[in-house]
């Protein structure tokens, strides 16, 4: 699998809240409209600049806060290609294996604002075009692999009904 994209760049322990607002989380369950908001209290315009596809790195401890879905929902539904971070915390990265998120971890230091970047599951490295340098990723297991493939848990489970371990 790969994924190619344009880097929207942030620092370390970007939480869930904001990745989304609090001030949105409860206010409607259209995940799209949810999505028009990511990042807006970093970032008022960010939703415009973001495309389809577009790669979030972040430094470490991405997604720390609450435990709330939205914050992985609005990533995914806002068509985010991938996370990029040097790590994650624990119940975001479960949350967004579950909704078939891809999220990576890897030294995020070279890679910056704007650059453009292609990811390979499968070699376990992220290219980056703009500098010409190859990244190491630290690889996903198979299993989670085939989760995010078939777009998250439930998918996955309505199509093998069990866990191929």
Do not use: W
């Not at 989380?25 to 990511?38: C, G, N, Q, V």
């Not at 970032?43 to 973001?50: A, E, N, R, T």
């Not at 596809?53 to 990533?75: K, P, Y």
């Not at 500098?131 to 198979?142: A, F, R, V």
């Amino acid at each position: 699998m790969e994924i190619m994209g344009k880097v929207h760049k942030f620092g370390d322990d970007i939480n869930t809240d904001y990745i989304i607002s609090g001030r949105y989380k409860f206010k409607t369950l259209d995940m799209k409209e949810l999505a028009s908001h990511i990042f807006e209290d970093i970032d008022p315009d960010f939703s415009k600049k973001i495309k389809p596809g577009d790669i979030i790195v972040a430094g470490s401890n991405f997604g720390c806060g609450s435990s709330r879905e939205q914050a992985v929902l609005a990533l995914k539904y806002a068509d985010v290609g991938a996370v990029i971070a040097k790590s994650f915390a624990r119940i975001f990265f479960r949350n967004g294996i579950n909704v078939g998120l891809i999220l990576i971890e890897a030294n995020t230091d070279n890679i910056s604002q704007d650059d453009f970047i292609k990811i390979n599951l499968k070699q376990g490295i992220i290219i980056n075009q703009t500098k010409n340098e190859t990244i190491e990723i630290t690889p996903l297991p198979d299993f989670l692999l085939e989760i995010i493939n078939e777009g998250g848990i439930i998918n996955y489970l309505k199509k093998y009904k069990d866990f191929k371990l």
